[in-house]
């Protein structure tokens, strides 16, 4: 099971590579063949051109990864790792700036959702004190 995930990411990192490899020349060739200016023929050996390049070679083909398990789903892209990755590493205290989220919504506390940052929690007198309520 261990070998399926490295492989997994191992797989995605080299399509990562042939990405940016191949980047310019499947920009160029895509540029010739959307210039209506261009002969059609010249068109029609642009687009053999592109057919040619790896498939891998194409930004479509990445996915976004959890970097621990190898998930493609539910992946957050600025930590690279997935949602269940992401709650048991910030429960346990891993991540620096994540907490626990506690929100006031109609004087009842509710909690269960992470939040990013460390802002202060909102306090019940002060919800009440805009209201114009004591």
Same mark, same amino acid.
């Given at each position: 099971?261990?070998? #399926?995930?490295? $492989? =997994?990411? %191992?797989?995605?990192?080299?399509? &990562?590579?042939?990405?940016?490899?191949?980047?310019?020349? +499947?920009?160029?060739?895509?540029?010739?063949?959307?210039?209506?200016?261009?002969?059609?023929?010249?068109?029609?050996?642009?687009?053999?051109?592109?057919?040619?390049?790896?498939?891998?070679?194409?930004?479509? #083909?990445?996915? $976004? =990864?959890? %970097?621990?398990?190898?998930?493609? &789903?539910?992946?957050?892209?600025?930590?690279?790792?997935? +949602?269940?990755?992401?709650?048991?590493?910030?429960?346990?205290?891993?991540?620096?700036?994540?907490?626990?989220?506690?929100?006031?919504?109609?004087?009842?506390?509710?909690?269960?959702?992470?939040?990013?940052?460390?802002?202060?929690?909102?306090?019940?007198?002060?919800?009440?004190?805009?209201?114009?309520?004591?």
């Amino acid at each position: 099971m261990e070998v #399926r995930r490295e $492989n =997994r990411n %191992i797989h995605d990192n080299q399509r &990562r590579q042939l990405a940016e490899k191949y980047e310019l020349k +499947r920009k160029l060739f895509k540029a010739f063949l959307r210039d209506p200016e261009i002969p059609a023929e010249l068109r029609e050996q642009q687009q053999c051109k592109l057919a040619k390049l790896p498939r891998n070679s194409s930004f479509t #083909r990445l996915r $976004n =990864r959890c %970097i621990f398990t190898g998930r493609p &789903r539910g992946v957050y892209s600025f930590f690279r790792m997935s +949602r269940i990755v992401f709650r048991e590493l910030a429960n346990k205290g891993a991540l620096q700036g994540i907490k626990k989220a506690s929100c006031v919504k109609l004087g009842k506390l509710k909690s269960g959702a992470l939040r990013v940052g460390t802002q202060a929690p909102v306090q019940l007198s002060s919800v009440h004190a805009a209201d114009g309520k004591e």
